[in-house]
């Protein structure tokens, strides 16, 4: 009896085993993570970028307008 239940573990740990992904899935998720990431790495820079230039545009105006008296 010992014996049969070793070889049915052993058969289902090695079918759990087999169903894991295979190299090419393994290439493609990896693929499709990178190009998430750069895509939100692009994002980012872009919003950054948008936000330093409404900054700096603010700021030159302010340096420009004519300063009030009192």
């Known amino acids: 009896m010992k014996k049969l239940f070793t070889v049915l573990f052993i ?8 169903c894991g992904p295979s190299a090419e899935e393994k290439a493609k998720m990896e693929a499709d993570a990178k190009a998430k990431m750069d895509s939100l790495f692009n ?3 872009q919003s950054i970028s948008t936000a330093l ?10 340096a420009t307008a004519p300063a ?3």
């Open 68 to 70: 009030e008296t009192k």
């Open 53 to 62: 230039d409404s900054v700096a545009t603010t700021v030159d105006s302010l």
């Open 11 to 18: 058969a289902g740990a090695m079918s759990i085993v087999a």
């Open 43 to 45: 994002s980012a820079s």
